[in-house]
Antibody
Framework: QVQLEESGPGLVKPSQTLSLTCTVS??????????WNWIRQPAGKGLEWIGR???????NYNPSLRSRVSLSVDTSKNQFSLYLSSVTAADTAVYYC????????????WGQGTLVTVSS | QSALTQPASVSGSPGQSITISCTGT?????????VSWYQQHPGKAPKLMIY???NRPSGVSNRFSGSKSGNTASLTISGLQAEDEADYYC??????????FGGGTRLTVL
């Protein structure tokens, strides 16, 4: 059974780059047709899809965030990472990682989420 | 991309049925039948309840059902129970190979 766990700094200063890692267990991140996603949720607000990375490295991004987002995969550590540059207070949110079995299948397994606060 | 449109809140009494709508554009819904619904309790990660418009993952109660007509998807919960009180989000795979969520609906069980 796949498990996902987000990790990274809980506090980031404005204008800096937010970096989060999702560690995957129970399945090889590069096997099969898996896509690995990031989603965020500001306090009291809805879910926003950030982007996804295929196990072999191709990516898709939310158009509204594309200019600031980068996703990558580290197969040696069975992890994938999110980098969000030039952050502001509006980027304060709980960040979730989630798996898709293949390109159009749903987000069927989620991490528990990690809160990132942007503040000086 | 704009969020899919959901009602902010719905409510119902135990035992009743409720339906939550989710409206998008042809770019959101037009090509794939990849519409999902997620349930989220406070402080918890979302849980997949419906996928591919009307399919239930193993372990999800058959009180939950989904449908789609044109550019509107719907989630129906029958036989409401107190534990159903939560936020519900629709989600669709778009023509641009991206995912878009609805704004979320707060379900209150009276």
């Amino acid at each position: 059974q796949v498990q996902l766990e987000e990790s990274g700094p809980g506090l980031v200063k404005p204008s800096q780059t937010l970096s989060l890692t999702c560690t995957v267990s129970g399945v090889s991140i590069s096997s099969g047709t898996y896509y690995w996603n990031w989603i965020r949720q500001p306090a009291g607000k809805g879910l926003e899809w950030i982007g996804r990375v295929y196990g072999r490295g191709s990516t898709n991004y939310n158009p509204s965030l594309r200019s600031r987002v980068s996703l990558s995969v580290d197969t040696s550590k069975n992890q994938f990472s999110l980098y969000l540059s030039s952050v502001t207070a509006a980027d304060t949110a709980v960040y979730y990682c989630a798996r898709q079995f293949s390109g159009t299948t749903p987000l069927d397994s989620w991490g528990q989420g990690t809160l990132v606060t942007v503040s000086s | 991309q704009s969020a899919l449109t959901q009602p902010a809140s719905v409510s119902g009494s135990p035992g009743q049925s409720i339906t939550i709508s989710c409206t998008g554009t042809s770019s959101d819904f037009g090509v794939y039948n990849s519409v999902s619904w997620y349930q989220q309790h406070p402080g918890k990660a979302p849980k997949l309840m419906i996928y591919d418009v009307s399919n239930r993952p193993s372990g999800v109660s058959n009180r939950f059902s989904g449908s789609k007509s044109g550019n509107t998807a719907s989630l129906t919960i029958s036989g409401l129970q107190a534990e159903d009180e939560a936020d519900y989000y629709c989600n669709s795979y778009t023509i641009s190979s991206t995912w878009v969520f609805g704004g979320g609906t707060r379900l209150t069980v009276l």
